[in-house]
């Protein structure tokens, strides 16, 4: 049974939970009256009717309080699962049952004197004068009682915890799956591969080795976009290995678009085992293309290149075409590459690394700067492997 | 029929523009082709100068897309020139085209184009072709068969709508109610609010504006121009039979294009 569907079914503040509870609580206290009859040597239907009528009356005082206070608290904090789930926090239940348990004691033992003909031992019945038996007797039950109602709250706040991590893993997991889907669908852009295959078409017939090299890189591409999209090693991936990939891109699309694209890319020898996340780069150099370069009726130039500066390694996208002001309206998609950038930075680097995108000004040749900083990983030197 | 059919490729991608020549040479070899437009406005300028029959026009190209080429050569076509071109709309993965396309008398082609399906397309243009009336069919005609043109020009997601816009002119930024805008227009990269008092200039296209104005009160007579409904004086038309409307409180004329001439029918 998967996570979801326990976490549909399962309704913890429903009456029906709570009457389940209830039926729980009369067959734990059936199972005291009957130790105790045993323990005291006394009649087992008067140790039933007393156990009955204090447990249940514990039970309604603790399950009603719970009910109240998981009210509240969804309704003032809805994100919160656990509430949803039946754990009202700890300190509320310590309260509900402080309060809880000796009145029901009380309420209950009073309940059952009356069925009974009894009389319980009170405080107000026993003198302080008289002998422990009345105090230890009240004690003992007391103590008891709470013992009982601590161990059934324990065993709900376990279960309310597991079920809640439960609905967070899950929750987690739908999250990473949805946003792997969306990334998946917005590098596998149909119209990019759709062009790429015609272009590929053509060039199969006019020049089969060109159309191989063609077909090679667009093989790299997507077992590359494949690779991105599902959990990799950490760490295990280069920037060498990312600006191949990149290059990869950038020769699918100079086939695509002939003379009006031009690229280049420079990578440092020694940051070339600089690890970074797999395709971190991809939706600078996809929106560059896309909403910098192809719309421009010249094209123009992108140039990728990785520096060092002070502890921090710089990886920029720049490129001459139509600028952020002027690009066509597409902002769902270039923003959604933007924002998964950053979200990965966060998540890898938090504060630590950043994503810029800058106009460049004209006199500069125009265009996008676009800029990521992230740590730089210091260079595993030879007594590091030894 | 002597003159020659004539076609032309507007296709932004070198190779595809090549093959698709190749291959039409090889499906109609009588066929003559103008020389590749390799984006928008070229193709425009190519279309209204060498007035082809045929026009094969990727969607997505630099400078003026496929539709807005379609758009304009409609606006901008020669009252009393030869008929329009019959257009063919090509495209990688436009689902928006397809469909408005799909029941309408305009074909597309699909890259790969397939030559089966390039042939299909062909067949379909040279009945399109025999059945025109002899050259000068006039322009009622095809203004009604691109309707759907029309349509898809305007079939852009409901933006929210824009009640107040915003102009920076030096280091103020000057707010003015879409109400008070007579009329925009588009002027290069930029578009002109103009209002009784006085002229804005924002930093937006024209095309990106149009999704957020609400379309009772914002009405598109002509591919750079959006007139409030109610700033309208006058609608008529001149010796040579283009429509042209007059403003409450601008001087100002603004000519209506054939493609938007409908609304002013019953006027």
């Avoid at chain 2, 691109?146 to 107040?164: G, I, M, S």
């Avoid at chain 2, 700033?231 to 008529?236: Q, R, S, V």
Wanted: net charge neutral; glycine share 6%.
């Amino acid at each position: 049974m998967s996570a979801a569907s326990i976490t549909s079914s399962f309704a913890p503040l429903s009456a029906r939970a709570l009457l389940r509870h209830g039926l729980i609580n009369a067959l734990v206290c059936s199972a005291i009256a009957a130790w105790l009859a045993v323990l005291q040597h006394g009649h087992f239907g008067v140790s039933l009717v007393y156990s009955l009528s204090i447990g249940m009356a514990c039970w309604a005082l603790i399950d009603g309080g719970r009910w109240l206070a998981c009210r509240r608290k969804v309704r003032l904090a809805p994100d919160d699962p656990r509430a949803a789930m039946g754990w009202p926090g700890s300190a509320a239940m310590v309260l509900i049952l402080l309060i809880g348990v000796p009145l029901g004691y009380i309420g209950g033992s009073l309940l059952a004197d009356a069925l009974t003909g009894h009389r319980s031992p009170m405080p107000w019945r026993i003198g302080w004068e008289d002998d422990s038996t009345g105090w230890g007797a009240f004690a003992f039950l007391l103590i008891l009682s709470f013992a009982v109602s601590g161990l059934t709250a324990l065993f709900m706040y376990v279960r309310g915890t597991l079920i809640a991590t439960r609905a967070e893993a899950e929750r987690i997991q739908r999250l990473a799956s949805e946003t792997r889907l969306k990334l998946l669908e917005s590098q596998l852009e149909p119209h990019m591969l759709f062009n790429t295959l015609a272009n590929l078409r053509v060039l199969i017939a006019l020049d089969a080795p060109r159309a191989q090299a063609m077909l090679d890189h667009l093989i790299a591409f997507l077992r590359a976009t494949l690779d991105a999209s599902r959990a990799a090693t950490p760490g295990s991936h280069t920037l060498a290995a990312e600006f191949e990939r990149l290059a990869d891109y950038l020769s699918l699309i100079a086939i695509r678009m002939g003379p009006r694209l031009r690229w280049s890319i420079d990578l440092p020898e020694a940051l070339r085992s600089q690890p970074v996340p797999p395709l971190l780069l991809q939706p600078l150099v996809e929106n560059s293309i896309r909403h910098g370069l192809e719309p421009a009726i010249d094209g123009g130039d992108i140039q990728i290149g990785a520096t060092a500066v002070e502890g921090l390694l710089v990886l920029s996208v720049r490129d001459t075409g139509i600028g952020l002001d002027t690009a066509p309206a597409n902002p769902k998609g270039s923003h959604f590459g933007l924002q998964q950038v950053r979200e990965r930075l966060a998540s890898l680097h938090g504060a630590a690394a950043r994503l810029r995108l800058e106009p460049v000004a004209a006199a500069q040749g125009g265009g996008t700067l676009a800029r990521i900083e992230l740590p730089l990983c210091p260079p595993a030197g030879p007594q590091e492997l030894r | 029929m002597t003159a020659p059919i004539t076609a032309l490729i507007a296709e932004d991608e070198p190779l595809l523009a090549a093959a698709l020549a190749a291959e039409l040479r090889r499906l109609w070899p009588q066929l003559q082709l103008l020389p590749i437009a390799a984006n928008g406005p070229q193709a425009l300028e190519r279309a209204l100068a060498e007035q082809p029959d045929l026009c094969f026009l990727d969607i997505r190209m630099p400078g003026l897309d496929g539709l807005e080429v379609a758009q304009a050569l409609v606006e901008d076509w020669p009252e009393s020139g030869p008929a329009l071109p019959l257009m063919v709309f090509v495209t990688a993965y436009d689902r928006y085209a397809l469909q408005a396309f799909e029941a309408q008398a305009v074909d597309y082609l699909l890259k790969p184009v397939e030559p089966a399906r390039l042939d299909a397309c062909l067949t379909r243009l040279r009945q399109r072709l025999a059945e025109r009336e002899p050259p000068r069919s006039g322009s009622a005609p095809d203004a009604a068969a691109l309707a759907p043109l029309l349509q898809l020009l305007q079939q852009h997601a409901a933006a929210p709508r824009l009640e107040v816009i915003q102009a920076q002119i030096g280091s103020t930024l000057h707010l003015v109610p879409v109400d008070e805008v007579l009329y925009f227009e588009a002027a290069d990269k930029y578009v002109r609010a103009v209002t009784a008092q006085r002229e804005l200039l924002l930093r937006s296209a024209l095309r990106e504006l149009l999704p957020q104005l609400d379309p009772q009160r914002f009405w598109p007579v002509h591919r750079s121009t959006v007139v409030q409904a109610r700033a309208i004086a006058t609608a008529g038309r001149d010796e040579a039979g283009r429509l042209w409307l007059t403003l409450h409180g601008r001087p100002e004329r603004l000519a209506v294009s054939r493609l938007h001439a409908g609304r002013f029918k019953g006027m």
